[in-house]
C-alpha cells in the first residue's frame, strides 16, 4: 500500500532532507526549535539537530527576515518559518527590496539562497490580519520565487528544490493543509532516492475533456471537489491543472489545457483584483484567443478583508457549488 502522511510531516521530511544535505541549511523562526513550531512542521529537528541549525526567533519578522537574507548572501541556506504569512509585510523591503534585486544589482556576483515559509491562507477564523493570501503581491516582483503546494507529495518535492535554489523563494502553505493525508513515496521506493519536483512545473491532478479548472493551494482540492459533481450529476468532464508555481509560471501546461477543452476557469482564494487569475485570464487571451469557445471565468474570495464569523468566511472563500454553478454557465 502506497505510504499516507500528512502535509505537515511531508514537509518536514523535507526540511530534514535538506538539513542533512547540506551543512549550510539552516531553519530559522518563532517556536520552531524547542516548541516544534506553530504548526508543529519542524517537530523533533530541534533535538536532532541542535541549536545552531534550528533558531528560534524573536518577534520581529523584519528583524529576522532581514538577518537571513543577510546571512544567504554570505553562503548559508536560510529557511526562514512566518507564523502567518500576513506578516511577511512587516518585512516588506527586506524581501521585496533587497532579496529579490540583490542579484541584478550585484551584476550577479551575489545571490541569496532563501526560503521564505509559512500558511498564506483565510478559512481559519483569525481575523483579516492574519488571512492574507499575498502570492500575487510577491510575483509581481522580477527576481523572486513564488510556490504554493497543494498536497504533501508536491510540498515536500518543491521544499527540497526551494531549498536548493539560488533566488529566494516565498513558500506558501495553508493551515488547512496541515493535517491533509496524501500519497507521499518514500525515498526507498523511489529510483533517484529522493523526492524532488522542479519549480515552474504545473500538474496535471485529473485529466478532463470539456472545461479546464486553473486553479493553485488549498482551491486545487476545492476544483476537485467540484470536477466530481461536474461529471457526477451533469456529465461534464473537467479538467483540473494545479499550477504547484506562481513564478515561474508553466504557461505551456495551462495553454495545452485549454487548447484541449476550450473553456477555462480559474479559481483562487485570493482577492479578485490584480489576482492570479488576472494574469492567467490576459495570458488565454492574448495566446489562446482562438480556441476559446467561452470567455475565461475567474472565481475567488469576495473582495474584502477576511471575516471573522466562521460561517460567514466560509461563505467568502470559493467553493465546489460556486464553481460548479459558475462553470455550467460557459458549458
Known amino acids: 500500500m502506497p505510504r499516507e502522511i500528512p502535509y505537515r510531516e511531508a514537509l518536514r521530511e523535507g526540511l530534514d532532507e535538506e538539513l542533512a544535505n547540506d551543512d549550510n541549511v539552516v531553519l530559522i523562526g518563532e517556536e520552531v526549535a524547542q516548541y516544534n513550531g506553530a504548526y508543529k512542521v519542524t517537530e523533533g529537528l530541534w533535538k536532532k539537530w541542535g541549536d545552531k541549525r534550528i533558531i528560534d526567533a524573536p518577534i520581529s519578522e523584519a528583524g529576522f527576515i532581514g538577518m537571513g537574507i543577510g546571512a544567504s548572501m554570505l553562503g ?29 544589482m550585484s551584476g550577479g556576483l551575489i545571490n541569496c539562497p532563501i526560503v521564505v515559509r509559512g500558511p498564506a491562507n483565510g478559512g481559519t477564523n483569525v481575523g483579516a490580519t492574519h488571512s492574507h493570501t499575498p502570492e500575487n503581491i510577491f510575483a509581481n516582483m522580477p527576481g523572486l520565487k513564488v510556490v504554493c503546494p497543494s498536497d504533501g507529495y508536491d510540498a515536500k518535492g518543491l521544499i527540497k528544490s526551494a531549498i536548493r535554489d539560488n533566488d529566494p523563494v516565498y513558500f506558501m502553505e495553508s493551515t488547512v493543509l496541515y493535517g491533509a493525508k496524501c500519497s507521499v513515496p518514500s525515498n526507498d521506493e523511489l529510483e533517484d532516492g529522493e ?12 485529466e478532463g475533456a470539456d472545461v479546464s479548472l486553473i486553479a493553485h493551494g488549498r482551491a486545487v482540492l476545492t476544483s476537485l471537489a467540484a470536477a466530481e459533481i461536474l461529471s457526477e450529476k451533469h456529465n461534464i468532464d473537467a479538467e483540473v491543472v494545479d499550477l504547484r508555481s506562481i513564478r515561474p509560471l508553466d504557461e505551456t501546461t495551462v495553454l495545452q489545457s485549454v487548447r484541449k477543452t476550450h473553456r477555462a476557469v480559474y479559481i483562487e482564494e485570493n482577492k479578485p483584483f490584480c489576482g492570479v487569475g488576472a494574469q492567467i485570464s490576459s495570458m488565454l487571451m492574448e495566446q489562446a484567443f482562438d480556441d476559446l469557445d ?20 466560509k461563505m467568502q472563500l470559493p467553493t465546489p457549488e460556486e464553481i460548479v454553478e459558475r462553470t455550467l454557465s460557459i458549458c
Not at 524532488?196 to 504545473?202: S, V
Not at 471565468?297 to 477576511?306: E, G, M, Q, W
Open 76 to 104: 548559508v541556506r536560510p529557511v526562514m518559518e512566518l507564523m502567518f504569512y500576513s506578516f511577511a509585510y512587516v518585512a516588506f523591503d527586506q524581501m521585496m527590496n533587497n532579496a529579490a534585486t540583490v542579484r541584478y
Open 195 to 206: 523526492l524532488i519536483i522542479p519549480i515552474g512545473k504545473a500538474k496535471v491532478k485529473k
Open 294 to 313: 467561452a470567455p475565461v471565468l475567474r472565481i475567488t474570495s469576495a473582495d474584502a478583508p477576511a471575516f471573522y464569523s466562521p460561517p460567514i468566511e
